[in-house]
Structures are given as C-alpha cells and as structure tokens.
C-alpha cells in the first residue's frame, strides 16, 4: 500500500445540509469537489411553466443544485469566499455515478437508513477504482454493518468519518474504523483531518452514537431530568450551562433548538436501543414535555418555536410545568457571583461546587452523573481518556472536557461527589490515584494523559505540530506584566501573548510590544504577536480613552495615541522580522497592528477590520495612514486614481469586517505576502517558522516611506461631495457625516492644492489630529459609553 495520498479531488453523495457543508469546507481548503444526489421524481411549478420535462438536465440536477444554492446563502457560512463555490461541481446519482472513478475519496451522506446506504455503496463499488477512499459520515449507524457484502479492497478503504455540523465551524472529526480497515487509511484520515481540514481528528471505536453524542446526548438528556427534578427554569438552566462554565452562548436548550428537537430525539431513541449494558440507560428515555414537543411539532429553529419562541421582537420561553410560551425572565444566583473575579471558565468549577444555593447544588449533582459517566466509558468506547475530552471539545465547543474538569475540582472532590449522588465510577480510577497521577500533567511544555493499560503517565500524541502556550508560559517566560507575557518559543523567536481582558490593547500591552522588540533586537532573531484566547484582540482599550477624554486631558491622551502609533510602526520598522497571528476577532487596533506586521499568519476564522467609525472615532493607531498608503501603492499609470483611494475609503467609512480570513484580501488587509492557516492548533508553530525563515534569509530593518502619493483636493473634493449626499439622502447622521469628512481629510493627505509624496510621518500626524479632535466630540463621547456599557454601536 502506498502511503503518499494526495486528495485533489472528492465525491459528496447527498447535497442534504450535511452533504452541503462538508462539500464547502473541502473547496474551503482548495480541494475539488463533486457533489451528487437522487434524480427528482416531479416537476416543480417554475420547471413545467419553463416547459421543461424530468429528461432535462437542470431538473435532472435540480437537488444538488437546490440544496448547495441554499447552503452558499446561509448564515453562518458555510464557505470562506463565495467564489471558492466554483470548485463544487453538482450532479446527480444516475447519470455521474462514473464520474467517482477520477476522485481520491467518496464520502457518503444519504438518509440515517441501512438499506439505502448499501445500495449507495453497491453502486459505488461498480465505479470506484481500487485504492480510493469511502467513508461514510453517519452518526449512528454502525460501521460494520456498511461494508458487509463488499469486496475486500472496498473494505480495506472503507471507514467511518463523521463530521459535525456546521461542517466549516465544529472541529470535531470522528474516525470509526470498519472491521478490516487498513492502519494505513487510519493515520492518514487523522494526519489530513487535522492539518488539511483543520479538525480535531479522533479515532473511536464503532460504539453506538460514537464518541461526541454518546458524552453529548448524555449530557443533554440528563440536564432534561435534573431540570423537572430540580424545578429550574429553561432560562437558568441555560444560564448555568453557557459561557460562566466555558460553553457557547447558546448553553443547552438554545443549542437545542439550533440543532433541531427531532435530530436529538431519534439519537436518545437509538441509543436507548442500542445501549442494554450501559448503566444509564434509563437517562436516554425522554422525559414526558419532550414528547409532547415532538407531538406539537415544536422541533426549534426550522419550525419556529422550541424551548424559544419569536414573536415579532420579542422571544418567549416555553414553561415545563404548564407547557405554555411566557415572556423570558433574567435568570441570577449568588454563586455565579463569586465566579466573576475568576477569568477562566475551568478555574471556576471548584467554587461552583460549593454554592449554597440551587446553582450549587445543580453543579454538584450535574458534574457527578458526568464524571461516573464518562470513566464506565472506557474502555467501551475509547481506550484512551484524553479522547473524550477532545470530543466534547471539538464537537460541542466545550472549553474544557469531563476529566479536565474533574482535575480542576480534584480527582477526590470528584468521587466524593459521585458518591453523594450514590453513583460508581470505573475502578481505573484508584489505580489512578494508588500511582500517585492526575488525569493530566504538563511536563517540558508538552501534555501528559494517564495511560490505563500501562498506569502511568504518556504524552498526548501528535503535539509536535503546535505550540501550546498554556503550557510554557511559566518555564519560557522572558518578562511579563499583568497584560504582557514574553515567551521564548525556541530558535530564537520570541512570542508576545496579550492577557488583558478581551485581550484589548491598552498601556500595558504596548509595553509587552516594545520590551520584546527591544530584547529581540539585542539576542534574538524575531518575534511574533500570538495568542490563544478566544479573540486575538477587540481592539484598543477604549475605557482608557474615555476616561481621558471625559476630563478633557488631551495632552496625554496625545500621548498616549502617539505611543500607539509608534509602537505599530515600530512592528513594521524594527531590525526583526515580526509576525502576527490573528484569530477570530481581530478589530480596530488588532487590526492595525496586523496591518503593520511583516507577515501575517491568519487563521482561516479571523474576523478581521477597522470598526473605528462604531465608536464615534477613525483609526487611530496608523490604521487611515496604512489604508491612504496601500491605496497609493495600487495606483497605476493613467488609471483613476481616485476610484482606487475611495475602495480603500469606504472599507474603514462602513467599518467592514471580513466573514473569513479569506475574505480579508478583498478588503486589502491580507496581502500577497500574508498566509493562512486552517488548524488554529498549528497558528504559532506556523508563525514561528514564517518568523525563522525571514530571519535566517537576512532580515534588514525596512527604510521609511517618504514616497507615499496623496490626490489632496481633488481626493478630498470627491469625498466631501459623496458624505454630502449621504446625509442628505438621510444614509448618514451629521454626526457619521463629520467622522467620514475627517477620515477623508487624512486619506487625501489634507487639502493640498495638488497630487504630492509625503511621509508616513506626515500621514500619522494628520491621522491623530483627527483622532483627537473626534475626541473632544460630544457625540463621540456618547458612542463610546454606549459601547462600554451596552457593548453594541450607538447610531447618533
């Protein structure tokens, strides 16, 4: 068997949402794609007025192309760039089944039915050529019973590979192996699956439901119980179960309603079946309200009402005990107020646990079902611990899995809580604690899982690839402040990681920036700006600039925006080359600095742009300076110049913010030189080496610009005429309009009577004037409170 794969191109059979998603995010990442589904069995109404008949070929692929038109217009999307969709070539299953004969892997997404999926397979099987891949993304059905009755080369190749949905956004990538599939097919799906899809790759074993919604839908069904023992409100129950604890937003009944009532109701049922020897089996019957939302059709999202309710703008929750919709109430426990000194959702557990009211009792009772739960799991369903807990990472956004969990309360706090709600855990367990171990430990900057066959502590496989800033930012660390931390990632390159709250950018981070180009200047080769929080930065801290603003201290806060824009220019014109990695929000001075790096290394979620103008202000820390400077470096000989200036105008005038890394080209804050990277696992171990290869190809300190060209009144001229007509037409407020006329003046370079080079200094300058004088702005001001205190933008 050769162990060089190369995937140019892949089958999807089913367009269904499932079918479409998984089509995208192989185009995302470059890969060719066909996708295929049933022939229609009747005209629509539009086809039999166009008079066409089932024998043609647009009707022929109506599904396919239904489905996947659906899928590009959805939101969130599916795709990093709408036009990467032209990588996806649609068909359907009769007439360009033979067309799989050129692809390197068949994945199969039809209906949950065994029958149909061998059919599927069997007429694979007459097409495909020896070698190629087929996998099938089920989520409940067993692998083994799939491949039965195919041939021996099919089986070979054939596995399970169960993405989850959406395809683009979960990093979930459940590998379940066949009865004869080949070690070779395993380490290959998990070495693509993380570094081409950028997935957590897990294999499990071919267990009911898997590994995710086996731990998932057990957490889920057992929250359905505990809600009508404990008599807590959808509210409290979501409030409890959402970002305090480190979980989406949409906690658990609202998840519910996204993925769909009927979705998780036909996995309990499964696995009710299919589960006899499990011991909570009884968990996965649903309770009685659950039915009769099945039978009212309240299935969430798709038909309207769920858990929630819209009705106009406002959203009703339904009631358990009446069965009625009434309107939300806020949900509060004294215990979640202790937590909110605490940063980190996994420091908080341990006091959690010990609240004295209902919220504490529910952690305690809540945590020991899922701790007995997922150690009687293995070794049914994974042998190896550290699985579980990437499983309910990567798939249901967890930040943190059941057995971290259980180290940060304590292993003996753990049982001590199992036994209260007189349950049993696995007896690996106090072997666990007789070898003197934890779940896990860090040792030289890598990750250690107990290992239950040998009882003893083993590196977690396939580190190597990235850098885990958690786990050396105590044995790397260079220098720190209580928002800076410089660590030394080897090779000479050094890492500065934000770690103020939200990791906005305020004094204490331009220090870290300017302490750590000073030392890699003195002995080392270069540095990048990474971090792995949830956003690499909203941008700067606009409290400090309120604050000044408000007691009219223009002097510093002059200052102080000096100090930023200096400190941007300093990433661009240091003797280092300095590397930026940033991840999803990326916003206003997160942004500048990206734009003033030598490189940036992006991961391919990051929401990147200049949103200044939502906050009553322009970009201020060389964000306009940068936009007026790559607008001048596209302009051409006798091309309209001003045409060029303005696409760079309005990306910071509507504040416009990329859906995708990729998106970000378009808007001119990626550029050629800039590069993406799918796994944000990879993002600083990818930055590092982008750092080392400039520094050893001989790095030279850039010269300043003093050639940047600016159109002055003709520019300025254009704008003003085109913010004039905005407000009039009632587009803008006055107040919109005197932001747009400043961010106008600094792009065209002031009111010069006629096309001049300036320097990059001139434009700075320019650039903080204007910044201040938006400072002394009342309306401004009320922009700014607006968004510290409701955390959205004040149209005024």
């Known amino acids: 068997m050769n162990n060089k794969r190369i995937i140019k191109k892949v089958a999807v059979i089913g367009s269904g949402i499932m079918g479409s998603g998984i089509a995208c995010h192989f185009a995302n990442v470059g890969v060719e794609v066909l996708l295929l589904d049933i022939l229609p069995r009747e005209l629509t109404e539009a086809e039999q007025k166009k008079g066409l008949t089932l024998e043609h070929k647009a009707v022929r692929n109506r599904i396919a192309n239904d489905h996947l038109a659906n899928a590009l217009k959805s939101k969130p999307s599916p795709i990093y760039h709408q036009k990467f969709a032209s990588r996806i070539t649609t068909g359907n299953t009769t007439d360009d089944m033979a067309k799989i004969n050129s692809v390197d892997w068949i994945i199969e997404v039809v209906v949950e039915r065994l029958d149909i999926k061998q059919q599927v397979f069997a007429q694979i099987e007459q097409f495909r050529k020896p070698g190629t891949l087929v996998t099938s993304n089920t989520s409940g059905i067993p692998i083994h019973f799939m491949s039965d009755g195919r041939s021996e080369d099919f089986q070979q190749h054939f596995c399970g590979t169960h993405f989850f949905n959406p395809a683009r956004y979960l990093k979930l990538f459940e590998i379940i192996p066949g009865p004869k599939t080949s070690p070779e097919v395993l380490d290959f799906l998990t070495h693509y699956g993380e570094k081409y899809l950028g997935k957590t790759s897990v294999v499990a074993k071919d267990t009911p439901a898997f590994i995710g919604n086996r731990i998932g839908v057990y957490g889920i069904q057992a929250l359905f119980h505990l809600v009508k023992e404990m008599g807590l409100t959808v509210e409290e129950v979501d409030k409890l179960t959402g970002p305090v604890i480190g979980r989406p937003k949409s906690a658990t009944f609202r998840t519910v309603d996204v993925v769909g009532l009927d979705t998780l109701v036909h996995v309990a049922n499964g696995l009710y079946e299919n589960v006899p020897q499990d011991e909570m089996r009884e968990l996965f019957k649903l309770p009685d309200y659950i039915g009769q939302m099945t039978e009212n059709k309240w299935l969430g999202s798709k038909t309207g009402s769920g858990f929630y309710k819209k009705e106009g703008k406002e959203i009703l929750t339904l009631d358990l005990d009446t069965m009625q919709y009434r309107p939300g109430k806020k949900a509060s426990f004294a215990t979640l107020e202790l937590t909110k000194t605490i940063d980190k959702p996994i420091d908080r557990f341990k006091v959690l646990i010990t609240g004295k009211d209902k919220a504490g009792e529910f952690y305690r009772r809540n945590l020991a079902g899922m701790f007995a739960y997922v150690s009687n799991r293995i070794p049914e369903i994974s042998d190896e611990l550290y699985k579980i807990d990437d499983a309910m990472k990567a798939g249901f956004g967890w930040e943190n899995g059941p057995f971290e969990i259980w180290d940060a309360v304590g292993v003996a706090k753990g049982i001590e809580l199992i036994k209260s709600e007189n349950l049993s855990y696995a007896s690996w367990i106090d072997d666990m604690i007789a070898s003197g171990n934890n779940f896990y430990s860090v040792k030289d900057g890598a990750t250690y899982f107990y290992d239950i066959a040998s009882k003893s502590a083993v590196k977690k496989p396939g580190q190597d690839a990235f850098v885990i800033l958690d786990n050396i930012r105590e044995s790397k660390k260079i220098w720190s402040n209580s928002d800076a931390v410089i660590q030394h990632l080897g090779d000479g390159i050094l890492n500065l990681e934000f770690r103020s709250k939200m990791n906005t950018i305020g004094g204490g981070v331009l220090q870290g920036i300017n302490k750590a180009i000073d030392l890699a200047e003195k002995e080392y080769n270069g540095l990048v700006i990474g971090n792995q929080g949830a956003n690499f930065s909203v941008g ?28 941007m220019m300093r ?3 240091s003797a280092v080359p300095v590397v930026v990695a940033p991840h999803g929000m990326t916003l206003g001075g997160g942004c500048e600095m990206s734009l003033h790096a030598d490189k940036i290394v ?17 970009p201020g820390g060389g964000g306009s300076k940068e ?14 110049e001003l045409n060029v200036l303005q696409e760079y105008f309005l990306t910071v005038a509507m504040a416009k913010v990329s859906t ?11 550029q050629q030189k800039d590069v993406i990277v799918v796994n944000r696992d990879r993002q600083i171990a990818e930055a590092k080496k982008h750092a080392l290869i400039m520094a050893e190809a001989g790095y030279t300190q850039p010269v300043r610009r003093k050639d940047v060209k600016v159109l002055g009144k003709q520019a300025l001229g254009m704008f003003l ?11 803008i407020s006055d107040h919109d309009k005197k932001i747009a006329n400043k961010l106008a003046y ?3 370079g002031g009111d010069l009577s006629e096309p001049t080079l300036v320097t990059e200094q001139y434009l700075l300058d320019i650039e903080r ?12 001001l009320e922009r700014i409170q607006f968004m510290l205190t409701k955390g959205k933008p004040l149209r005024n």
């Open 540 to 567: 700067a801290n606009i409290g400090m600039i309120f604050m000044m603003a408000v007691e009219q201290e223009y002097d510093e806060l002059n200052m102080a925006i000096k100090l930023f824009q200096d400190t």
């Open 571 to 573: 990433c661009r014109y």
């Open 602 to 618: 992006a991961a391919a979620e990051t929401y990147i742009g200049l949103v200044e103008f939502g906050v009553g202000v322009i």
């Open 627 to 640: 936009m007026a400077l790559r607008a001048a470096d596209q302009f051409h000989k006798n091309d309209v």
């Open 660 to 670: 995708s890394a990729h998106e970000a080209y378009d808007l001119g804050i990626l």
């Open 721 to 731: 005429v085109g913010t004039d007509s905005m407000e009039a037409g009632k587009f």
């Open 746 to 748: 600094v792009m065209a």
């Open 769 to 780: 004037e204007a910044f201040l004088s938006l400072c002394t702005e009342r309306k401004t």
